[in-house]
């Protein structure tokens, strides 16, 4: 059974950094491609990040280049998001979620297995 686990969710201030985590179980992590999504009250899921079953492709949505940082640790079967000069509208509900396409796709619907999602939320 595959199950995905969010983690490093929290509170922060606006300029401020968090680094979430994944860790993904049922043996998919080393061949699937990973992306974290979004979700803020009243609105739609938003991709946030993706990157190859390698490592070595990533994409992000505009909003969040040069802040955002995805990684994977193939060794840990563990993905991150490092999150940079965090601002307000970057509050939401954060997803890592798996593409067994192995692409780290920007579409929502290349994903199959989806986490429960962390919490995070940038006020003063």
């Known amino acids: 059974q595959v199950q995905l686990v969010e983690s490093g969710g929290g509170l922060v201030q606006p300029g401020g950094s968090l680094r979430l985590s994944c860790v993904v179980s049922?043996?998919?992590?080393?061949?699937?491609?990973m992306g974290w999504f979004r979700q803020a009250p009243g609105t739609e899921r938003e991709f946030v990040a993706g990157?190859?079953?390698?490592?070595?492709?990533?994409k992000y949505v505009d909003s969040v280049k040069g802040r955002f940082t995805i990684s994977r640790d193939n060794a840990r079967d563990t993905v991150y998001l490092q999150m940079n000069s965090l601002k307000v509208e970057d509050t939401a509900d954060y997803y890592c979620?798996?593409?067994?396409?192995?692409?780290?796709?920007?579409?929502?619907?290349?994903?199959?297995?989806w986490g429960q999602g962390t919490q995070v939320t940038v006020s003063s």
């Open positions: 049922g043996g998919v992590f080393s061949t699937a491609g």
């Open positions: 979620a798996a593409d067994p396409y192995g692409l780290g796709s920007n579409l929502r619907a290349k994903y199959e297995y």
């Open positions: 990157i190859s079953w390698i490592g070595n492709f990533s």
